[in-house]
């Protein structure tokens, strides 16, 4: 893995002679700053960032007058502490998801982990970045989990280490297409922690691609909680409804 990552790097530094870099997400423009870990002018502009204090609860906007968004005010108490996200799931940022998501578009792993890490205070209180796992069987079909790929990005700039540390023991039928309570029973019981012992005590960031009800991330950081870890939660988008 390690040679194949210097390897590839070595290929794009010979690539980037003679080819200028484009945004990984229209492939038309150049990136802000010519790196490949961002996005062009025209494509950030498209994406509603998180803006302001943040709702500590899902990391989205506040859109009110309470210390947390309306769309947490409604739901249960949550089993993390805290949240970070980079925009609300619409527009522009929807497509660079959904693209990251379904279309195999790996390399926007890149600007969307630069991004999150931007996010996050203080790294060096989390001993380890957890992505959500997915089973072998979506794997197979997908080819990739894209929480590890966005978690290996956010892992290269925070200095926080990566660890699988969430099982997928049961495969789910697709959330997207459950209702907000069929979504939770759907997901109960989906996930084991590997070396539970490793983690007690620890503080542990939780990442996602976006967050709608929760219920996926809830159930992931119950059992971390439930192994004595205490959890915070980073997403790409949060999904908002007002
Ligand atoms: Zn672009
Ligand atoms: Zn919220």
Redesign the pocket.
Known sequence: MKAHRSLQRLVRFFLSIFLPER?P??G??PPMDDSPDM??K??LMSMQFIHGKPCPVCGGDINGIFDTCPDCLAEPARPWKRAYAIFRYKEGAAVAVRKFKYGKEVALARPFGRLLAGTIEHPEQYSEIVPVPLHWIRFIQRGYNQSVLLGEELSRWTGIPLKRRLKRIRNTKHQAFLEKEERKTNIKGAFSVRKPEQIKGKRVLLIDDVMTTGSTLAECAEILTNAGAIVDIAIIARRQTR
Request: proline share 0%; with cysteine; hydrophobic share 20%.
């Open positions: 945004c997400l229209c038309e423009e996005f062009c025209n494509c």
